[in-house]
């Protein structure tokens, strides 16, 4: 799980960021808009919603080292649920090298696409609501 944040706001709740959560097994990837100023339970809440209610609980999570992912919230939760949290290591991609990859296209994708939307959006929104 990652972030990818400072995006150009958008859409009708005027999302500025992503949470990118990829999956090793199944080499896919979820991309949830969000905003960058909510809390660890916010995140949580948009967690639940989409990914283990969907996917079901998993058994170990790989995140950086996120104050989001550090918090006691965060570690209770994990507790509860039976999930390992793991670390990744700061400038080290080898520890989840494709998930990595998946991210960093994902965020250039994201990035590319936010700032064609500011340029070309029509009056009735933007492309990405």
Known sequence: MDWVTGLVPGGKENFNSFLIIADRISK??????????????DTALLFWDNIVSTCGVHK???????????????????????????????????????AERLIQTMEDILRRFCAYCMEYKDHEGYPHD
């Open 60 to 98: 170990i999570i790989i995140g950086d080292r996120d104050p989001k992912f550090t918090s006691e919230f965060w570690t209770n939760l994990y507790n509860m649920l039976g999930t390992k949290l793991s670390f990744s290591t700061a400038y080290h991609p080898q520890t989840d090298g494709l």
């Open 28 to 41: 896919s990837m979820r991309c949830l808009p969000y905003h960058k100023e909510d809390t660890a339970m």
